[in-house]
């Protein structure tokens, strides 16, 4: 039971992180994005280095 509730909470603040995404104004949301993608990009190095 432990692990749905977690991945709920997980799933209900990444759905939360994208709503805010709408209520950016456009230059906020560029950065935002930027941001976003410079995280997933490390994530995705450091998934390459442990690989």
Do not use: P, W
């Not at 939360?16 to 994530?43: H, N, V, W």
């Amino acid at each position: 039971m432990d692990e749905l509730e977690d991945l709920y909470r997980k799933q209900s603040k990444e759905n939360g992180e994208l709503a805010d995404l709408f209520t950016l104004s456009e230059d906020d949301f560029e950065g935002e994005l930027k941001k976003r993608k410079e995280q997933i990009e490390k994530l995705n190095g450091e998934k390459k280095d442990t690989a």
